[in-house]
């Protein structure tokens, strides 16, 4: 289980100066950066025009060095290279938690402890490599929730090779933890986006409700450039994930960056991308990682065993033809 999130970046992003180009009265702040081995992109109005460039830096800050997996010094990393665990930070332990809760919700397709069977293929430093059968075979003893117990805020682990990597929920969770802030101090108006996973209230710069593009999910377009659909949202939290940008090939072999947690090998199946629209941004985040690994067929069971999740749904059928199977909630947001 890996997210891809590079499909969504770019096109909200776009979206984003798009509907700036035609201003109300009323001036938007809008600040951009790098987080958590991604960019982030947020746009809000303040009544007084405050710059909450600190505060909300603040934020990304406890969260990386909480979770990064791409700073040595983080309390994750800390923990992987732990022998039996470590406590941890609150930030962490209610990540772990959360995911806790979405593996057993998800029959396992949502897995953070993936992270040795995501090292071994190669997606972390981009090596893009085969392991042996023997060597999944052997990761493979150290993959599930069982792996894993929080007591408080001891993380604890079975065995000192398990490894846990959130990068599935961590931008979530991020925009969840933004969003909760702007909300406390009265912010009405705000679009929040963290490496794709996105969540607004109110209006845009355009006094309208805000507007976010799916792309079509073709391997050669630039992101934004073609557009499969465009969803009005305020209110609740929009996150895509899609794999058929990330994919290497080996010996004619095409390997996707999505890896399944019950195999320890790429997802093979005919779903492209999933776009889930929910009331938080970190379910909505695991959920689309979990149902990228389901494919389509189990991903629509599961959605009608469990209503109130609205999914956006591209695949391709035996001839390769992209085809759509959405809900009916998200089919009311489609203005485009």
Same mark, same amino acid.
């Given at each position: 289980m890996l997210n891809n999130r590079?499909?969504?970046i770019i096109l909200v992003t776009l979206l984003l100066i798009t509907s700036c180009s035609t201003r109300t009265k009323r001036?938007?702040?809008?600040?951009?950066?790098?987080?958590?081995g991604t960019t982030f992109n947020i746009q809000y109005y303040h009544p007084q025009n405050r710059d909450l460039s600190d505060p909300i830096g603040q934020i990304l800050e406890r969260i990386d060095s909480s979770m990064s997996v791409y700073r040595d010094n983080s309390i994750i990393n800390a923990f992987n290279a732990s022998q039996e665990g470590i406590e941890v930070d609150s930030l962490l332990a209610q990540v772990v938690e959360q995911s806790l809760q979405y593996h057993r919700q998800t029959n396992g397709a949502f897995d953070i402890t993936v992270g040795p069977l995501v090292k071994a293929w190669g997606f972390y430093a981009r090596q893009n490599q085969v392991p042996s059968d023997d060597t999944i075979a052997h990761l493979m003893g150290?993959?599930?929730?069982?792996?894993?117990?929080?007591d408080g805020l001891f993380l604890g682990k079975k065995h000192a090779e398990v490894k846990i990597d959130v990068n599935a929920i961590a931008p979530g969770f991020t925009v969840?933890?933004?969003?909760?802030?702007? !909300?406390?101090?009265? @912010?009405?108006?705000?679009?929040?986006?963290?490496?794709?996973?996105?969540?607004?209230?109110?209006?845009?710069? $355009?006094?309208?409700?805000?507007r976010v593009g799916i792309d079509r999910p073709d391997d050669h377009a630039v992101s934004g450039e073609n557009l499969q659909a465009i969803i009005e949202i305020s209110g609740q939290s929009l996150v895509t994930s899609g794999n058929y940008r990330k994919f290497f090939m080996k010996d004619g072999v095409r390997y996707s960056h999505t890896i399944d947690?019950?195999?320890?090998?790429?997802?093979?199946?005919?779903?492209?991308?999933a776009t889930v629209l929910d009331s938080t941004s970190a379910r909505a985040d695991a959920l689309a990682t979990a149902f990228m690994v389901m494919g389509k067929d189990k991903a629509i069971q599961w959605l009608q065993a469990n209503p109130g999740? !609205?999914?956006?749904? @591209?695949?391709s059928?035996?001839?390769g033809n992209y085809q759509v199977w959405m809900s009916e909630g998200i089919?009311? $947001?489609i203005v485009d």
């Open positions: 590079t499909c969504s001036e938007y702040r809008q600040i951009r950066g790098f987080a958590q150290f993959i599930g929730d069982g792996m894993i117990a929080l969840d933890r933004i969003a909760a802030y702007f !909300e406390k101090i009265g @912010i009405k108006d705000y679009l929040v986006e963290v490496g794709g996973e996105l969540r607004s209230l109110g209006n845009s710069p $355009r006094g309208t409700p805000w947690p019950t195999t320890g090998r790429p997802v093979e199946h005919s779903l492209l991308s999740v !609205e999914v956006y749904l @591209i695949y059928d035996e001839k089919k009311k $947001r």
